[in-house]
């Protein structure tokens, strides 16, 4: 059974900072490109950040400079270290790992930018 489970969102003030997590479990993790989405209210899901198994790493334009993704295949654990955050990041934040046609989401974590 494939587990994929967020954590770390939370109320954090403009220009402050959150570490997400998300742990998987059923896979092997490594062969896994591992993904961040994030959806707001009213608004489609977008992609945040990207790291595939080769460590290859990209992001949406507007995290650039911001997020950092990584990866532990140790731990089967995917971070996003958020730094200089934006009312506009608001949003829930969802964990996404995919291998050819098989692919898994976690369901979620929220984060909340406001003063």
């Known amino acids: 059974q494939v587990q994929l489970v967020e954590s770390g969102g939370g109320l954090v003030q403009p220009g402050g900072s959150l570490r997400l997590s998300c742990a998987a479990s059923?896979?092997?993790?490594?062969?896994?490109?591992l993904r961040w989405y994030r959806q707001a209210p009213g608004k489609q899901r977008e992609r945040v950040a990207t790291?595939?198994?080769?460590?290859?790493?990209s992001y949406a334009d507007s995290v650039k400079g911001r997020f950092t993704i990584s990866r532990d295949n140790a731990k089967n654990t995917v971070y996003l270290q958020m730094n200089s955050l934006k009312p506009e990041d608001t949003a829930v934040y969802y964990c996404?790992?995919?291998?050819?046609?098989?692919?898994?989401w976690g369901r979620g974590t929220q984060v909340t930018v406001s003063s």
């Open positions: 996404n790992a995919r291998l050819t046609t098989l692919e898994y």
């Open positions: 059923g896979i092997i993790f490594s062969s896994y490109a």
């Open positions: 790291i595939l198994s080769s460590g290859t790493i």
